[in-house]
């Protein structure tokens, strides 16, 4: 089986590439190394699978039409995993058109090859963003997700209806997975885990926007990539899928636990929230455990405990 992962290079890439290689795929790892952060970071979270035989890196932006027709000129792919994407949600107002242009032109660039090619399967990697404020909780796939707050999450929300338009038109299998703020070893060093664990590890404060109550259904990376797969193996229709831990944490919860992890106590600096900052995410899992078998099972405090000794050790 041939796998093509678009943002190979990343957090979640990364770690998708590694299980797929030791599954016994063959991966085409696609990513240009965008410099919203070092990517020397990337190339060291990669360095294990380029090593591998059956797996090749490709450096290009999938935006470039040449590029991505090349990748799957080469044949037999039997999925598409597309992770790459402009990441965050404070970036996006700062950026929007480079937003979206990368993640609904690049995506539709991608959904063109896979229908000219012939690939069966797409995987889309969506965000809990797109739920906006919801008022609802737990978030359930049928929830109405027409007010983004961000222009990442419209971005993500647009994703997903350009997917399910050529799963309709072409009869290609989309999953479409709704990623609930994934942390562990190799998160990207500005989201919120890895910021303030590094920051509260120099004796540096930490920022923090609101008043501690805002609430995030933080998931473990190998919860992810155990839905992430399962979602790869059973990808047919169309759907879209929660993956998130479903035990949400208050911020200043969020805090306390670090520091228990790290052994050592924050200096904290307040400060307004954030515009395109949801109040909270809470993920209902319930139609991912049923049709993917997904199982989350790693609890924050577990979790950070190993991301701490990944911290330290890198």
């Not at 992430?228 to 899928?241: N, Q, R």
């Not at 050592?264 to 515009?275: C, D, F, L, T, W």
């Not at 995410?281 to 990944?310: C, H, N, R, S």
Request: with cysteine; glycine share 8%; aromatic share 10%.
């Amino acid at each position: 089986m041939k796998a093509l992962v678009t943002g190979a290079a990343g957090f979640i890439g990364s770690h998708l590439c590694e299980r797929l290689l030791d599954d016994g795929w063959r991966v085409v790892g696609l990513d240009n190394f965008d410099h919203f952060y070092d990517p020397k970071i990337k190339r060291s979270n990669v360095a294990a699978c380029v090593k591998n035989d059956r797996f090749d890196l490709i450096e290009a932006d999938i935006r470039d039409i040449h590029s991505v027709d090349s990748v799957f000129s080469g044949g037999d792919l039997d999925v598409v995993v597309h992770l790459a994407a402009k990441a965050g949600v404070r970036p996006s107002i700062e950026d929007p058109l480079v937003y979206q242009d990368v993640n609904i032109n690049g995506t539709v660039m991608l959904l063109e090859a896979a229908k000219d090619f012939g690939v069966k399967k797409f995987i889309f990697a969506s965000s809990s963003s797109v739920y906006g404020n919801n008022e609802k909780v737990p978030f359930s796939e049928t929830d109405n997700v027409d007010y983004p707050i961000s222009p990442y999450a419209a971005t993500k929300k647009a994703g997903e209806l350009i997917c399910h338009t050529y799963s309709h038109l072409y009869g290609i299998g989309m999953t479409c997975l709704r990623f609930f703020t994934v942390y562990g070893p190799r998160q990207r060093p500005d989201l919120a885990i890895h910021k303030f664990a590094r920051l509260i590890e120099a004796g540096e404060p930490i920022p923090v926007y609101g008043d501690g109550s805002m609430m995030r259904d933080f998931t473990y990376i190998d919860d992810i990539i155990d839905g992430v797969v399962a979602a790869m193996e059973k990808c047919g229709g169309y759907e879209i899928y929660n993956l998130g831990e479903s035990r949400p944490i208050r911020l200043d919860d969020l805090i306390c636990e670090i520091e228990k992890a790290l052994g050592k106590k924050a200096v904290i600096e307040r400060s307004g929230m954030q515009p395109g900052d949801v109040d909270r995410t809470y993920a209902d899992v319930g139609k991912a455990m049923e049709k993917l078998g997904y199982e989350p099972k790693t609890e924050i405090a577990v979790g950070l405990k190993q991301f701490v000794e990944w911290l330290r050790s890198a």
